[in-house]
């Protein structure tokens, strides 16, 4: 289905600069075989030199020959229900319009709250998609003949891989074939109304009436295939009459990135627009910003499911340049030595020049890449496709040539890397029960480990010890050997799988609903503390442990030498994720979209910023005193970090 939304959202963003290229293409395409077709408006010079190249697309089979289709201008509102209802539930903290939308079948709009949904005229089970949801949300709420269908064609493994990924239309890579072969054009046009109503924050009942009436005329299929293979007048045609009844529907996806000082950024009590004290400026981008932007020497460079990288001035917000790639980008760009390095769901890894943009080389991975590349001495170490598995790779950081590929698998996901640590390669991601050491230089395998599951967090490396957590256990192997210095089983469930976190002698270990802390030389428990199912990965900062329960609701703040609870807040009914802590602040970002801010040694709030979705995956970065930050309207923004 990555075909549909490419051609209905990311394409025609850019709309207004490609216009004359594919009046331009049907032109071409037509010489010497076909009379010219009429033309349907005329393109200026400027247009032209404005034009870019289409996004490259995965491969389709060819529809059959389709009539040039009249262009569409904006189509008159209309509200008809649909054969496949869908209803987007808002989130709790937006408010109902003062006058409800009279469409009984759907209501699309992100902010029209719909406590009861009418059932739809057809009989069939409502799709029900909120802010939040995910692919495996969408997926259960598929009918059982398409989910067979998805299933058949995906399997079992990679449709659990994609059912944790945020809803949204573009990113699917390989399986989007899948995806829109399996369901009804009727099924794909509700799916595009909810993806667009993400992506404006809501759609007016105007806007979702005249989008119906354009999706009418349209296969999904059809235009997917239009998108594909070489230009012909009749898909450049086919093209173009949707592109134009877009925009019409909404203008605002012609704008272009721009950044820049915020203007109006809020309201006051009257409704009236007032300018946000702490925003520094915001930038906003042609798609989702779903991951925490990189800040380095004075620069931002943060991706964007447009498929771009951007890099802003870091006091301005000012754009200095821009690289496309063929895919959304969900990866955390890595600095180092004067290159960008960062991954895209066009299964590439990147090495662009720091200072200008340009693209230095890129390396075909074979699947997804949404981790941040892992950069040391002078190799790039990935996770990529050899021999029918997943494998460590490491390329040369100066020229992408593959130096070497380790022996073992390296199965898991495409948002996980290998741990490079001094002149080690840790593959946390190799076979059930095992963990591999591998030499730096060479790809060898120094050393194996039998632990007690599967690992999927990185080691941490301090004192010749190798500290390790596998779900419910924590393990501190030797350095150079790989020997077993002590084991401790908590034998806890369920139990998550953070990262080995050790500071001043101390290993912490939380797997479930206690705090555990565990002398680092012996693994001898010194205390612990009850805390319930932490949401993310505690911190420890000036000797202070934070942490965050899902299902107490809580916040709260641990003597990290005593285990003696300092504070404790209550989160309100939010889940809070991606802790933080520096200059006397904690940061965390909550399941409601805002990104917080509380005084560290008491837990109060100081500060909030909505910007918008939610994602568990990190989405802003803290700099000298600046939170940059990341959302799903489109935007990165700079914020003076408040006074603690």
């Not at 892992?374 to 460590?392: C, D, T």
């Not at 130096?403 to 001094?422: D, K, N, V, Y």
């Not at 230089?441 to 120094?446: E, L």
């Amino acid at each position: 289905m990555a075909h549909f939304p490419k051609s209905c959202r990311t394409f025609f963003r850019a709309f207004c600069a490609t216009l004359a290229g594919l009046l331009a293409v049907a032109f071409l395409a037509a010489c010497g075989s076909e009379p010219e077709p009429e033309p349907v408006m005329s393109a200026s010079p400027s247009a032209s030199a404005q034009a870019t190249a289409p996004m490259p697309q995965p491969a389709l089979e060819p529809a059959p020959p389709a009539t040039p289709v009249p262009v569409i201008q904006a189509p008159e509102p209309s509200l008809a229900p649909t054969p496949t209802p869908i209803v987007i539930i808002p989130s709790h903290t937006q408010e109902p319009p003062p006058t409800p939308l009279e469409v009984p079948s759907s209501a699309v709009s992100a902010d029209r709250v719909t406590d009861s949904p009418a059932p739809p005229p057809n009989g069939e089970p409502t799709l029900q998609i909120a802010p939040n949801a995910t692919w495996g949300n969408v997926y259960d709420s598929l009918s059982p003949a398409e989910q067979s269908c998805i299933l058949g064609r995906m399997g079992e493994e990679r449709i659990n891989r994609m059912r944790e990924l945020p809803f949204a239309l573009e990113g699917l890579g390989q399986e989007s074939v899948a995806l829109l072969d399996c369901l009804s054009d009727d099924t794909a046009r509700e799916l595009f109304l909810a993806d667009m109503a993400a992506q404006m924050g809501g759609l007016t009942g105007e806007q979702e009436g005249c989008l119906r009436t354009l999706l009418s005329g349209f296969s999904p299929s059809q235009l997917a295939a239009a998108s594909t293979g070489e230009p012909t007048p009749e898909s450049a045609m086919l093209m173009l009459s949707f592109s134009l009844g877009l925009v019409g529907c909404l203008p605002e996806l012609a704008a272009q990135p721009s950044g820049g000082p915020p203007t109006d950024t809020g309201v006051n009590d009257t409704g009236q627009p007032v300018p946000d004290p702490s925003l520094i400026w915001s930038f906003t981008t042609g798609g989702w910003v779903l991951t925490a932007p990189a800040v380095v020497d004075g620069v931002v460079y943060a991706g964007s499911d447009d498929h771009s990288l951007y890099a802003l001035t870091a006091d301005t917000g000012e754009l200095l340049w821009s690289h496309a790639t063929g895919d959304v980008i969900r990866s955390t760009p890595t600095v180092a030595a004067g290159k960008v390095f960062f991954g895209s769901n066009d299964n590439h890894v990147y090495a662009l020049d720091a200072a200008t943009g340009q693209e230095l080389w890129k390396h075909d991975t074979g699947d997804w890449v949404q981790y941040s590349p892992a950069v040391r001495a002078g190799k790039v170490f990935i996770a990529a496709s050899a021999e029918g598995n997943r494998r460590v790779h490491a390329l040369d950081a100066a020229t992408g040539e593959v130096a070497w590929i380790a022996e073992h698998p390296f199965p898991i996901g495409a948002e996980h890397t290998p741990t490079p640590i001094g002149d080690k390669v840790y593959a946390q991601g190799a076979e059930y029960g095992k963990f591999y050491a591998l030499d730096t230089a060479t790809g060898q395998t120094v050393w194996q480990a039998e632990v007690g599951g599967y690992v999927v967090s990185a080691p941490t490396v301090l004192e010749g010890m190798v500290y390790l957590t596998v779900a419910n256990r924590a393990y501190a192997l030797h350095e150079s050997t790989g020997e077993l210095f002590w084991e401790r089983n908590t034998e806890e469930f369920p139990a998550g799988d953070f990262p080995a976190m050790v500071m001043d002698g101390v290993y912490y270990l939380t797997p479930s609903s206690n705090v555990y802390a565990l002398n680092a030389a012996t693994g001898e428990e010194l205390w612990s503390y009850q805390s319930g199912m932490l949401s993310t990965a505690p911190i420890v900062a000036d000797g202070v442990l934070y942490g965050a329960s899902g299902d107490t609701g809580s916040v709260f703040a641990l003597d990290a030498l005593t285990g003696q609870e300092i504070w404790k807040e209550s989160t309100g009914g939010q889940v809070i994720q991606s802790l933080t802590a520096t200059d006397g602040l904690l940061y965390g970002e909550s399941d409601s979209g805002a990104l917080i801010a509380a005084a560290g040694d008491s837990g109060v709030p100081l500060w909030s910023f909505e910007k918008g979705g939610f994602s568990d995956v990190r989405g802003y970065t803290v700099v000298n005193g600046v939170v940059y930050s990341a959302g799903p309207n489109n935007s990165v923004y700079a914020h003076r970090a408040p006074q603690g």
